[in-house]
């Protein structure tokens, strides 16, 4: 395992490093300085308040090591980290998309614009994180300060320019953005999501404010006009520049056409056009797209670079990912988990399916008045409903499903299944589909876990999938 100079995990502890003990929710850091003195660490970081054992404090004396003590220790691990490589973040430009949906392709469609235009450009996505060949599966929407400054510090000495970043609202909360500045900034869309940690919706929003807030003073800001959340993020900052359908769009979209392989779009930016056909499909897509366009525009990268990438780029991955089966009928693995995410995916699959085939779950732990919303929506668009399992966590899958279904009416579902095994759940879609059918399988994407309680065992839905091909 990789050996950080500091960090809130043993296992990244080494000879020299630093740790910082951080009183979790379900570990507590305190529990583990035992641990990291015993694998080399030199300096361990408490909170104030914090009380050792004598045996801790004894060990500490006995080894020489420097027992720091502070207010909060998410803020010193992101200081430490950042000073430890020697502030390695402000000789990057980072660029930063947040919103509830559309995080991921945006990022990844900036990140092969900018590559095909010859900068040196490194990902952070909830996906995968990039520095040149290197590919690393990624944790965390946006990860934890001693893992960032270690990727930063390793862009620098790659020579990296740009670092693209999916940053989310709980990565301002857990100050692990402290010390970070903005070099462009997009703002996708804002529907309910962690609710777990923002109880209303204003509180989310206010978090998404704060990470725009890390914007440099002169970094351009580009929000989806077509939200209204983005409409909101222009009156706190009236200099922001604008992308989306509507026509005071500062960079307009149109779609010119459309089919399920490929749409043709026309980006309107300083009354310039642009024309861009690509494989994202759906009108999400073109505003994720306009987005981009916009900020790679003021970012100055030419339009030809943009148009280029764009025909290339097949799609983030675990987003729409396709598979022709055996039988004739198609299948899509798409991560949407949210109600918003739902709207945006299912009609426009329904319109090009002989029969629909939903399966999804909903996460444990986290945002349960999505749940029925999400079974609404399904059985809206959906010839057949297979509800299931998406990391559950220390919940009960049984319960969880039941409150997918609570709001349904009896007519409704008579059109939904249970079966919460998930590779079960998507063979018995395969063995009720046809030719010209879709089977959609949302909410874990590319993932290769299920979380079981403090499990996590190994599934993925593109496995089981791939299994059922030609």
């Not at 430009?93 to 900018?114: E, M, N, R």
């Not at 929407?141 to 740009?162: A, S, W």
């Not at 043709?264 to 024309?275: A, C, P, R, S, V």
């Not at 999400?374 to 057949?384: F, L, P, R, T």
Request: some cysteine.
């Amino acid at each position: 395992m990789d050996i950080y100079r500091v960090s809130s995990h043993t296992k990244h502890v080494g000879a020299g490093s630093t740790y910082v003990a951080i009183p979790g929710t379900k570990v507590n850091g305190l529990d583990f300085i035992a641990q990291a003195i015993e694998q080399g660490a030199q300096t361990i970081v408490v909170p104030r308040d914090a009380t050792l054992s004598s045996e801790i404090t004894a060990l500490c004396a006995k080894r020489g090591i420097e027992l720091k003590r502070v207010e909060d220790p998410r803020a010193a691990l992101a200081q430490l980290s950042a000073q430890a490589y020697g502030n390695p973040a402000d000789k990057l430009t980072l660029l930063a998309v947040t919103g509830t949906d559309g995080k991921t392709t945006s990022s990844y469609v900036l990140y092969h614009i900018l590559k095909k235009a010859g900068k040196k450009v490194a990902l952070l996505s909830g996906v995968q994180h990039m520095i040149g060949d290197e590919i690393y599966e990624a944790d965390l929407t946006t990860e934890k300060p001693d893992y960032l400054h270690y990727f930063f510090d390793r862009c620098v000495r790659l020579g990296i320019q740009y670092v693209v970043m999916e940053v989310s609202a709980q990565a301002h909360t857990m100050h692990r953005l402290d010390g970070l500045t903005f070099g462009g900034v997009i703002f996708t869309n804002l529907a309910r999501e962690h609710g777990e940690s923002y109880p209303k919706l204003e509180d989310y929003f206010a978090a998404k404010l704060a990470v725009i807030a890390h914007k440099k003073s002169d970094a351009p800001l580009v929000a989806n006009i077509d939200a209204e959340w983005g409409q909101k993020v222009c009156s706190v900052h009236p200099d922001a520049l604008t992308s989306g359908f509507a026509a005071q769009a500062d960079g307009q979209v149109t779609i010119l056409q459309e089919t399920f392989q490929k749409q043709l779009l026309e980006i309107t930016i300083g009354g310039k056009h642009i024309l861009v056909e690509t494989p994202l499909v759906g009108r999400y897509n073109a505003q994720n797209i306009a987005g981009v366009v916009m900020l790679a525009h003021q970012l100055g990268i030419s339009p030809e670079y943009m148009v280029q990438a764009l025909a290339e780029f097949t799609g983030a991955p675990g987003r729409l990912e396709r598979y022709a089966l055996a039988n004739g009928a198609l299948a899509i693995v798409d991560y949407g988990h949210t109600p918003q995410a739902f709207q945006a995916v299912l009609p426009m699959l329904k319109k090009r399916a002989r029969k629909l085939f939903v399966i999804f779950g909903a996460a444990g732990g986290k945002d349960t008045f999505k749940r029925p919303m999400m079974g609404k929506i399904a059985v809206a668009y959906a010839d057949m409903v297979i509800v299931s399992m998406d990391n559950p966590r220390m919940e009960d899958p049984q319960r969880i499903a039941q409150e997918i279904m609570a709001d349904l009416t009896v007519y409704e579902r008579a059109s939904v299944l249970v079966e919460l095994d998930r590779e079960k759940a998507i063979r018995t879609a395969y063995s009720y589909s046809q030719e010209g059918d879709i089977i959609v399988i949302l909410g874990k994407g590319v993932e290769t876990v299920q979380i079981i309680g403090q499990k996590r065992v190994p599934y993925s839905d593109v496995a089981v999938v791939r299994s059922l091909t030609k």
